[in-house]
């Protein structure tokens, strides 16, 4: 089944859509080419949050990667709070896994700007975890 407004030509597929709980960002997969969109065919997306209209960063995201398995929300949440954040997420896989990365939302462009300055490469349960702006928020 597609998701509403979701538009598939013939003979293309679409991967599995996964379910959200709560603290979770959910499903993320390869959604089918949607004509005349910026970042052209097989855009990476999270359903229900769109990609930047201009295919630009708004730079109030950031991405941390190489979180460890056991990483919750309110862990990555509370690495950040030295600054104003409004929500953070861990992407899990179809099983409620953990797939190891995650995303925080600051109030401001700067808060997160300086999150990635002094986060990037710290270490957190013996892992070196990257923090960059989200391209894709």
């Known amino acids: 089944p597609m998701a509403p407004g979701q538009h598939m030509a013939p003979g293309q597929h679409m991967a599995p859509v996964q379910q959200m709980g709560p603290g979770h960002m959910g499903p993320v997969g390869m959604y089918p080419p949607m004509p005349g969109h910026p970042m052209g065919p097989g855009v990476h997306a ?21 979180l460890p398995w056991t990483c919750t929300w309110q862990q990555l949440k509370d690495c950040f709070r030295e600054w104003k954040v409004e929500r953070a997420d861990i992407v899990d896989d179809q099983f409620g896994r953990s797939r190891g990365f995650g995303t925080v939302r600051f109030t401001t462009q700067e808060d997160a700007a300086a999150a990635c300055a002094k986060l990037n490469n710290m270490i957190m349960d013996g892992r070196t975890v990257s923090v960059r702006i989200d391209r894709y928020a």
């Not at 999270?46 to 190489?66: D, E, T």
Request: proline letters at 5%; charged letters at 0%; a neutral charge.
């Open 46 to 66: 999270v359903q229900g949050l769109p990609l930047a209209a201009s295919g630009q960063s708004s730079g109030f995201q950031v991405v941390v990667h190489n």
